[in-house]
């Protein structure tokens, strides 16, 4: 049934295009009532609104805390038409009928975002909104519930279209919306205070996010797929500003993750670094003098895996990286910034997207990570152990030389990122053989050191770079194969996080070949 709209209740925190629509709704004859700087900025604009203090008979006070919270209001909302005990409710107690309730919310997930004090934070929680929200989708039947500027246009063409109202199918789906908005708002909130007291079994949860795009598939055709914003302020994908080439596809996305969270493993401040992802799982990953020499390093390690592949980088992405880097077809290159001429480089190649994050996230900053099970959600946190806080204790008879070690770490930052089981074996800061999401070590190694062999006979290297470099194992070897097939293939030096009840037997092993080994004490299992 059509609701022809006469009154409506306006206020918001965002006020993009409110004054555009206050004034479309007061030419079509619609009565504006208004609170706090909504009204101020309304009336600043020439518009006639009505403060709410005159339905409610009370100013607003503490400080904007109590405005909305009375029967005239919610009564306004709530009240059913054609109800004859709703009407003479109304009419006894001068409750006037609200048609049209627009609201957006206190900014909380934006102070979030900014890294808002705690007090800043309490004091962005928004309590007459979602009560009012709630109380006019509830009442769908006859109320139209806006939330979000861009559905103004639908809500002015709707009563152009019919005479001064609104359809019922128009306020169900704004209805739906409306719920879905105080939905998200709470679990945001809820998740933050979580977070504040440092609650990790609280009995009840959510998650929350507001949808940025929906991707033209999923994983695969078939399937439906779509990006979520939820508020965190971590530089990355999300965030994003991408700069030429089409829409990113949820595989785009998700490998872009994989790259840019890799990357920020190595300190820019440090040197230079450049990471090529393909299916999720690094191909490539090297340090160099510049962008460039990090690239192509990185590419060394496995050129025919990286067509097609997603590059990152923890720098400005320079004019002299982007040349090399738009020489094979890649399908994303991240980065925090770039240059002027780098961007007129990538956008000369029509379907290559670059996205600017803006900065490099923080490894040590933990958030959580959330996978979906049957019938529900398993959540942790983000694996923020970092390589260089641990406590590295050498375990074998031989130190590593000071190269040695350099490589052990590298490596270390690298294996944390690729699919268990997972083996990386570099030399001279740069991976010379990674094996990943292998069932069995052994089976890790065998595949990284065959990927060398096999790079190496291409590029037409006398041997494979496996042999003088380092291994690094994302957890511990559980038998002392896995090792000696390292040692096999060449590696000089191990880290591990130890662990095993059968340390003493790897440890003997990595011996009796002349091989140092660091344990780290850290796992890094990632499925």
Not at 15 to 26: P, S, Y
Not at 82 to 98: K, L, M, R, W
Not at 271 to 300: F, M, Q, T, W
Not at 421 to 426: F, P
């Amino acid at each position: 049934m059509d609701r022809p709209i006469r009154r409506a209740l306006l206020s918001v925190s965002d006020k993009t295009g409110l004054v555009e629509f206050a004034r479309a709704l007061a030419e079509r004859g619609v009565e504006l009532v208004s609170t706090g700087g909504t009204a101020a900025a309304l009336k600043s604009a020439g518009l006639a609104v009505r403060d709410v203090s005159e339905l409610t008979g009370f100013p607003e006070m503490m400080d904007g805390r109590v405005k909305t919270l009375h029967p005239s209001v919610h009564g306004g909302l709530l009240a059913i038409r054609g109800n004859a005990e709703h009407d003479a409710s109304a009419q006894e107690h001068g409750i006037v009928p609200i048609d049209l309730l627009l609201v957006n919310l206190y900014p909380f997930e934006q102070a979030l975002a900014r890294g808002a004090g705690h007090d800043e934070m309490v004091e962005n929680v928004d309590v007459g909104g979602p009560a009012m929200i709630r109380g006019a989708a509830k009442n769908y039947a006859d109320v139209t519930a806006i939330v979000d500027p861009t559905d103004y246009p639908f809500v002015l063409r709707a009563m152009d279209e019919n005479g001064g109202a609104t359809t019922l199918s128009l306020r169900e789906a704004l209805a739906a919306k409306a719920f879905a908005r105080t939905s998200a708002y709470d679990a945001a909130i809820a998740s933050y205070m979580a977070r504040h007291v440092g609650e990790s079994s609280l009995s009840w949860g959510a998650l929350s996010g507001s949808m940025k795009q929906v991707l033209r598939y999923g994983e695969n055709p078939h399937q439906t797929g779509s990006l979520w914003a939820t508020g965190d302020s971590r530089p990355g994908v999300v965030g994003a500003r991408q700069v030429g080439g089409k829409e990113l596809s949820y595989n785009n996305i998700n490998d872009t993750d994989a790259a840019y969270e890799l990357v920020a493993e190595f300190d820019p401040a440090r040197s230079p670094a450049c990471v090529i992802v393909k299916h999720a799982n690094p191909c490539g990953v090297a340090e160099g003098a510049d962008l460039a020499d990090a690239y192509r390093r990185a590419l060394a390690c496995d050129p025919v895996s990286a067509f097609g592949g997603i590059i990152a980088v923890n720098g400005t992405l320079t004019a002299e990286a982007a040349a090399e880097m738009v020489k094979i077809f890649t399908e994303v290159i991240i980065a925090p910034d770039a240059t002027e001429e780098a961007i007129r480089i990538i956008n000369g190649k029509k379907n290559l997207r670059l996205l600017l994050a803006g900065a490099v996230p923080d490894p040590r900053i933990g958030t959580l990570t959330v996978k979906t099970v049957t019938g529900g959600l398993i959540m942790q946190s983000r694996d923020n152990a970092v390589v260089d806080d641990a406590e590295l204790k050498v375990v074998t008879k031989r130190q590593p030389t000071e190269s040695e070690m350099a490589d052990l770490l590298f490596g270390y930052r690298v294996v944390k990122h690729v699919k268990s089981n997972a083996i990386v074996y570099a030399r001279g800061l740069a991976t010379v053989g990674i094996g990943a999401g292998q069932m069995s070590r052994v089976d890790a190694s065998v595949v990284a050191v065959r990927k060398a062999a096999e790079i190496a006979a291409a590029a037409g290297l006398p041997e494979s770079l496996v042999r003088g470099s380092v291994v690094a194992s994302d957890a511990f070897f559980p038998f002392a194969d896995g090792l000696i097939a390292a040692a096999d293939a060449g590696a000089t030096a191990a880290i591990q996080p130890g662990g095993s009840v059968r340390d003493q037997e790897v440890i003997e092993a990595a011996d009796a070949r002349g091989m140092a080994m660091v344990f780290t004490g850290v796992r890094h299992f990632r499925h």
